[in-house]
Protein backbone atom coordinates (compact mmCIF):
# COMPACT_ATOMS: atom_id res chain seq x y z
CA UNK A 1 0.00 0.00 0.00
CA UNK A 2 3.03 2.01 0.96
CA UNK A 3 3.96 2.29 -2.86
CA UNK A 4 0.87 3.25 -4.56
CA UNK A 5 0.28 6.01 -2.03
CA UNK A 6 3.98 7.43 -2.40
CA UNK A 7 3.52 6.83 -6.19
CA UNK A 8 0.20 9.03 -6.01
CA UNK A 9 2.48 12.52 -6.95
CA UNK A 10 3.36 10.86 -10.53
CA UNK A 11 -0.60 10.62 -11.38
CA UNK A 12 -2.96 13.49 -12.69
CA UNK A 13 -6.27 12.93 -11.97
CA UNK A 14 -9.30 15.23 -12.99
CA UNK A 15 -13.19 15.58 -12.49
CA UNK A 16 -15.38 15.52 -15.55
CA UNK A 17 -18.45 16.85 -16.55
CA UNK A 18 -21.69 14.35 -17.05
CA UNK A 19 -25.06 15.08 -17.12
CA UNK A 20 -24.16 19.24 -16.27
CA UNK A 21 -22.62 18.60 -13.32
CA UNK A 22 -18.85 17.94 -12.20
CA UNK A 23 -18.02 14.50 -10.79
CA UNK A 24 -15.33 13.64 -8.36
CA UNK A 25 -13.05 10.88 -8.47
CA UNK A 26 -12.61 9.08 -5.70
CA UNK A 27 -11.13 5.67 -4.55
CA UNK A 28 -11.42 2.77 -2.32
CA UNK A 29 -7.93 0.67 -2.17
CA UNK A 30 -6.91 -2.25 -0.01
CA UNK A 31 -4.37 -4.92 0.11
CA UNK A 32 -3.98 -8.96 1.80
CA UNK A 33 -2.36 -7.05 4.95
CA UNK A 34 -5.42 -5.58 5.85
CA UNK A 35 -4.05 -2.05 4.67
CA UNK A 36 -6.56 0.27 2.89
CA UNK A 37 -6.73 3.75 1.47
CA UNK A 38 -9.41 6.02 0.32
CA UNK A 39 -8.02 8.53 -2.13
CA UNK A 40 -9.61 11.66 -3.00
CA UNK A 41 -9.41 15.47 -4.43
CA UNK A 42 -11.35 17.52 -2.93
CA UNK A 43 -10.68 21.12 -4.54
CA UNK A 44 -8.60 18.83 -6.52
CA UNK A 45 -6.05 18.61 -3.90
CA UNK A 46 -4.80 15.17 -3.52
CA UNK A 47 -6.44 13.49 0.21
CA UNK A 48 -5.97 10.44 1.62
CA UNK A 49 -7.22 8.42 4.32
CA UNK A 50 -5.18 5.61 5.68
CA UNK A 51 -7.21 2.57 7.09
CA UNK A 52 -10.45 4.62 7.24
CA UNK A 53 -13.29 3.79 9.85
CA UNK A 54 -15.69 2.95 8.38
CA UNK A 55 -14.35 1.38 5.22
CA UNK A 56 -17.44 2.80 3.10
CA UNK A 57 -17.19 5.72 0.70
CA UNK A 58 -20.21 7.01 -0.91
CA UNK A 59 -20.57 9.79 -3.89
CA UNK A 60 -19.28 12.50 -1.07
CA UNK A 61 -15.76 13.10 0.08
CA UNK A 62 -15.09 10.84 2.92
CA UNK A 63 -14.51 13.97 5.55
CA UNK A 64 -17.98 15.02 5.32
CA UNK A 65 -19.36 11.86 4.92
CA UNK A 66 -17.61 11.14 8.59
CA UNK A 67 -18.79 14.30 9.73
CA UNK A 68 -22.17 13.81 8.77
CA UNK A 69 -21.59 10.18 10.15
CA UNK A 70 -20.78 11.78 13.71
CA UNK A 71 -24.41 12.98 14.07
CA UNK A 72 -25.90 9.40 14.82
CA UNK A 73 -25.77 6.97 17.52
CA UNK A 74 -23.25 4.23 17.59
CA UNK A 75 -20.85 7.41 16.20
CA UNK A 76 -20.87 9.55 18.53
CA UNK A 77 -24.07 10.96 18.25
CA UNK A 78 -27.84 10.73 19.44
CA UNK A 79 -30.21 10.49 16.45
CA UNK A 80 -30.97 7.39 15.12
CA UNK A 81 -29.84 6.01 11.73
CA UNK A 82 -32.03 7.53 9.50
CA UNK A 83 -32.88 5.42 6.89
CA UNK A 84 -33.91 1.73 6.18
CA UNK A 85 -33.46 0.93 3.05
CA UNK A 86 -30.29 3.37 2.31
CA UNK A 87 -32.39 6.45 1.59
CA UNK A 88 -30.98 8.55 -1.75
CA UNK A 89 -28.69 11.20 -0.44
CA UNK A 90 -24.95 10.47 -0.60
CA UNK A 91 -24.49 10.86 3.24
CA UNK A 92 -27.60 9.41 4.39
CA UNK A 93 -26.49 6.18 2.33
CA UNK A 94 -23.43 6.35 3.78
CA UNK A 95 -24.70 6.61 7.35
CA UNK A 96 -26.33 3.28 6.16
CA UNK A 97 -23.85 1.15 4.75
CA UNK A 98 -21.61 2.04 7.75
CA UNK A 99 -24.43 1.13 10.14
CA UNK A 100 -24.71 -1.84 8.61
CA UNK A 101 -21.78 -2.91 8.17
CA UNK A 102 -21.18 -2.45 12.01
CA UNK A 103 -23.76 -5.24 12.31
CA UNK A 104 -22.41 -7.36 9.79
CA UNK A 105 -19.37 -7.56 11.40
CA UNK A 106 -21.15 -7.75 15.21
CA UNK A 107 -23.10 -10.95 13.65
CA UNK A 108 -20.03 -12.15 11.56
CA UNK A 109 -21.80 -11.99 8.49
CA UNK A 110 -18.95 -11.23 6.02
CA UNK A 111 -19.13 -12.72 3.24
CA UNK A 112 -19.41 -11.37 -0.38
CA UNK A 113 -22.93 -11.93 -0.45
CA UNK A 114 -23.40 -10.00 2.53
CA UNK A 115 -21.50 -7.21 1.26
CA UNK A 116 -23.15 -7.04 -1.88
CA UNK A 117 -26.76 -7.11 0.06
CA UNK A 118 -25.36 -3.94 1.64
CA UNK A 119 -24.03 -2.01 -1.11
CA UNK A 120 -26.95 -2.63 -2.82
CA UNK A 121 -29.07 -0.76 -0.56
CA UNK A 122 -27.04 2.20 -1.05
CA UNK A 123 -26.50 1.75 -4.80
CA UNK A 124 -27.58 4.87 -6.64
CA UNK A 125 -30.26 3.62 -9.18
CA UNK A 126 -31.34 5.40 -12.21
CA UNK A 127 -34.58 5.41 -9.71
CA UNK A 128 -32.78 7.41 -7.10
CA UNK A 129 -30.84 9.58 -9.75
CA UNK A 130 -34.31 10.87 -10.36
CA UNK A 131 -34.83 11.66 -7.26
CA UNK A 132 -31.83 13.51 -6.33
CA UNK A 133 -28.90 15.27 -8.25
CA UNK A 134 -26.26 12.60 -7.21
CA UNK A 135 -24.66 10.37 -9.95
CA UNK A 136 -26.13 7.06 -10.73
CA UNK A 137 -23.80 3.77 -9.30
CA UNK A 138 -21.00 3.15 -12.10
CA UNK A 139 -19.65 -0.07 -10.62
CA UNK A 140 -19.90 -1.76 -7.27
CA UNK A 141 -17.00 -4.33 -6.06
CA UNK A 142 -16.27 -7.14 -2.98
CA UNK A 143 -12.95 -8.50 -2.00
CA UNK A 144 -11.78 -11.13 -0.17
CA UNK A 145 -8.43 -10.10 0.42
CA UNK A 146 -7.46 -13.42 2.63
CA UNK A 147 -8.06 -15.52 -0.84
CA UNK A 148 -7.18 -12.94 -3.30
CA UNK A 149 -10.37 -13.24 -5.16
CA UNK A 150 -12.62 -9.95 -6.28
CA UNK A 151 -16.11 -9.70 -7.40
CA UNK A 152 -17.89 -6.68 -9.28
CA UNK A 153 -20.63 -5.56 -11.69
CA UNK A 154 -21.43 -2.11 -13.33
CA UNK A 155 -24.11 -0.83 -14.97
CA UNK A 156 -22.85 -1.54 -18.32
CA UNK A 157 -22.23 -5.38 -17.08
CA UNK A 158 -24.83 -5.89 -14.41
CA UNK A 159 -23.92 -9.74 -14.30
CA UNK A 160 -21.38 -10.43 -11.57
CA UNK A 161 -18.02 -11.29 -12.63
CA UNK A 162 -14.93 -12.29 -10.76
CA UNK A 163 -11.48 -12.64 -10.69
CA UNK A 164 -9.12 -15.34 -8.56
CA UNK A 165 -5.35 -13.44 -8.26
CA UNK A 166 -4.32 -16.60 -7.18
CA UNK A 167 -5.03 -17.88 -10.78
CA UNK A 168 -3.98 -14.70 -12.39
CA UNK A 169 -0.58 -14.24 -14.32
CA UNK A 170 1.25 -10.97 -13.32
CA UNK A 171 4.04 -12.28 -15.58
CA UNK A 172 4.75 -9.11 -18.72
CA UNK A 173 4.16 -10.45 -21.60
CA UNK A 174 3.80 -7.51 -23.97
CA UNK A 175 0.29 -8.45 -24.59
CA UNK A 176 -2.50 -5.68 -23.41
CA UNK A 177 -5.25 -7.27 -20.91
CA UNK A 178 -8.28 -5.20 -19.53
CA UNK A 179 -11.07 -5.66 -17.30
CA UNK A 180 -14.42 -4.48 -19.18
CA UNK A 181 -16.40 -2.74 -16.38
Request: no cysteine; glycine share 8%; charged share 25%.
Amino acid sequence: MDEAVNNLKKVRVSAFDEGGFEVDLHWFLADASGDSVIIEFPNGMLKVHRNPVPPVITNSFYEHSREYLGQFKGFGGTKETPLEKGETTSENRFAFASYSLGRAEAENRLTPGDMFGIMKTVTQTDVRHAQTSQSVTQWTTVYDLNNKKLWWFSRKHPEKRSVDLNKTDFKMTGKIRKLDF
